[in-house]
């Protein structure tokens, strides 16, 4: 099986940062994409940002110019740095990633269990 674990969520300032970590274990034969999906109370789940194995990226127009991704392929990591947090960033943030595994000839989706991260005064 394939495992992602979160780990970087919590409380901050307006205007502060965190960074978000994800590693993914397991029975891992290839990873193509991962990325940062986010929900908010009441809204709709939505992605943050994603990364390509060949590091290619694509943002949410909300986080452009302030969020990161990155990913360590040696380590099966991605992550996420977020600069000048604003109160709407607050949600639970959900790594993702898009998996082979030696078990399937295909790839599909596995989920993180979610890190809160709460921007407030």
């Known amino acids: 099986q394939v495992q992602l674990v979160e780990s970087g969520g919590g409380l901050v300032q307006p205007g502060g940062s965190l960074r978000l970590s994800c590693g993914a274990s397991?029975?891992?034969?290839?990873?193509?994409?991962m990325g940062w999906y986010r929900q908010a109370p009441g809204k709709q789940r939505e992605l943050v940002a994603a990364?390509?194995?060949?590091?290619?990226?694509n943002y949410a127009d909300s986080v452009k110019g302030r969020f990161t991704i990155s990913r360590d392929n040696a380590k099966n990591t991605v992550y996420l740095q977020m600069n000048s947090l604003k109160p709407e960033d607050t949600a639970v943030y959900y790594c993702n990633g898009f998996i082979r595994s030696y078990g399937q000839n295909y790839y599909r989706d596995y989920w993180g269990q979610g890190t809160q991260v709460t921007v407030s005064s």
């Open positions: 990364i390509t194995s060949g590091g290619s990226t």
């Open positions: 397991g029975s891992i034969f290839s990873i193509n994409s």
